[in-house]
């Protein structure tokens, strides 16, 4: 099994940075990609960003040019820029296995941001 936690998130003014992390501890043989999402208030779940164990990235276009996802050992980090109040959301951090749509991914509990205009 995997367990994956988020922190970081807060409450920012609009043109502000927050850094989230996501720890997932547990065999990396459960997972080989890792993903933020987020979710705001009525809305569906939506991806962010992933990066994989290739170094693989892909962003939502809404937020390429200001956020990155990058790893540090066990630790992906999502770093954001420029935020801006519709990216108010909670935010997840997911671990998969993106070959394999079948196997089983595992979600932390979300953390929030909160960017106030």
């Known amino acids: 099994q995997v367990l994956v936690v988020e922190s970081g998130g807060g409450l920012v003014q609009a043109g502000g940075s927050l850094r989230l992390s996501c720890k997932a501890s547990?065999?990396?043989?459960?997972?080989?990609?890792i993903a933020w999402y987020r979710q705001a208030p009525g809305k569906q779940r939506d991806m962010v960003a992933t990066?994989?164990?290739?170094?693989t990235l892909n962003y939502a276009d809404s937020v390429k040019g200001r956020f990155a996802i990058f790893r540090d050992n066990a630790t992906v980090f999502l770093q954001m820029n420029s935020l801006k109040p519709e990216d108010t959301a909670v935010y997840y951090c997911?671990?998969?296995?993106?070959?394999?749509?079948?196997?089983?991914?595992?979600w932390g509990q979300g953390t929030q941001v909160t960017v106030s205009s």
């Open positions: 997911r671990a998969y296995t993106d070959y394999d749509r079948s196997a089983t991914d595992f």
């Open positions: 547990g065999s990396t043989f459960f997972y080989n990609a």
């Open positions: 990066i994989n164990d290739g170094g």
